[in-house]
Nanobody, 114 residues
Framework: VQLVESGGGLVQPGGSLRLSCTASGFTFSSYTMRWYRQAPGKERELVAR????????FYPDSVKGRFTISRDNAKNTVYLQMNSLKAEDTAVYYC????????WGQGTQVTVSS
């Protein structure tokens, strides 16, 4: 199982970024996928979840209305569109799959700063 994130970077407050996570080594279309983030000195937190067919999503209040998770099962890829970014969104963002155990990508840094 491999999860590879991309798309992070430096963005000004109010800006947008789209993260991608390409999966391999398992039947991607059968599994719920999640995005987490971890800021320095803080615990890793869930920021978005999407079920296997993309028909159901979940967001915590901290990102609801600003972040959108989606997936393309033909490309084995899950996305996180982040709009209206704030300084407090600065973190390393991780893609996650729960199979018989948790699998994590290497993470991609998102920095929101002027």
């Amino acid at each position: 199982v491999q999860l590879v994130e991309s798309g992070g970077g430096l963005v000004q407050p109010g800006g947008s970024l789209r993260l991608s996570c390409t999966a391999s080594g398992f039947t991607f279309s059968s599994y719920t996928m999640r995005w987490y983030r971890q800021a320095p000195g803080k615990e890793r937190e869930l920021v978005a979840r999407i079920n296997s067919d993309g028909g159901s999503t979940f967001y915590p209040d901290s990102v609801k209305g600003r972040f959108t998770i989606s997936r393309d099962n033909a490309k084995n890829t899950v996305y996180l569109q982040m709009n209206s970014l704030k300084a407090e969104d600065t973190a390393v963002y991780y893609c996650n799959a729960l199979l018989f155990r948790q699998y994590w990508g290497q993470g991609t840094q998102v920095t929101v700063s002027s």
